[in-house]
């Protein structure tokens, strides 16, 4: 049998399960003002000690779905964003927010349903999503976002995340772009984004990724 890799903590009022898959130890929640997560702890979460309110509000932090909650008090389960978002880390990965359908999702990742951290050094061993292989790998872009799209009529509804083969990550819905300087660069319903690392014009593909031989697997 193999390592597990989703950890469940249960609770009176809400379960918090954790998918060792996708965490890149950013840390949101270890670092939240209360004891849900205490690090050497045994168990690291206790969902008993603080409230629904803060398993729910510390959960959704987490930028990357390796953390999502089941309620068992009769409250709501997470639900999509009325807004996609993308933003660009600083010499790290996107970060993607909101209605998200992921392809090559496994049906166990609920969480990137919601959140998303995607690779964009082209170096992860678990592509789509980040591993952090861009920290040994010395992925460099500072997260600026030259364009300034086409705009959206609305905001909301699915945003489909499609992986070209040996290429850029495909979106297509309504969403924006933020700089990592925190600003609202682009908004548009379709675009092609570097997961190579070497464009031109990051965060968007610019074909680097046939010059460079880039391979997915």
């Given amino acids: 049998m193999g390592k597990q890799k989703i950890h469940n903590f249960p609770g009176n009022a809400a379960d918090v399960h954790w998918d060792e898959r996708l965490c890149i130890h950013i840390a949101e929640c270890g670092r939240a ?3 849900l997560f205490v690090g050497g702890r045994k168990p690291w979460c206790e969902p008993d000690a603080v409230s629904v309110d803060d398993v729910v509000d510390v959960v959704k932090r ?3 779905g390796a953390l999502w909650y089941t309620r068992k ?22 970060f993607l927010h909101g ?6 999702a496994a049906d166990d990742m609920p969480g990137v349903r919601f959140r998303a951290a ?3 050094c082209g170096h992860s061993k678990n592509k789509p999503f980040c591993d952090n292989s ?5 992925f460099k872009d ?5 364009d300034a799209g086409e705009g959206v009529e609305f905001t909301g509804g699915p945003l489909e995340v499609k992986s070209a083969p040996d290429g850029p990550l495909l979106l297509s819905g309504n969403f924006t772009i933020v700089a990592s300087s925190g600003r609202r660069a682009w908004t548009g319903t379709r675009s092609a ?25």
């Fill in 134 to 138: 861009h920290e040994a790998a010395g």
């Fill in 33 to 35: 003002a209360n004891d």
């Fill in 193 to 217: 984004l570097c997961r190579c690392g070497h464009s031109k014009n990051k965060p968007f593909c610019d074909g680097a990724h046939l010059k460079a031989g880039f391979k997915a697997a």
């Fill in 99 to 104: 209605d998200l359908q992921i392809d090559g």
């Fill in 142 to 146: 500072y997260g600026a976002v030259g």
């Fill in 62 to 64: 987490c930028p990357s």
């Fill in 118 to 120: 995607l690779c964009r």
């Fill in 73 to 94: 008090d009769g409250g709501s389960n997470e639900t999509a964003h009325s807004e996609n978002i993308v933003t660009v880390v600083h010499n790290g990965p996107l």
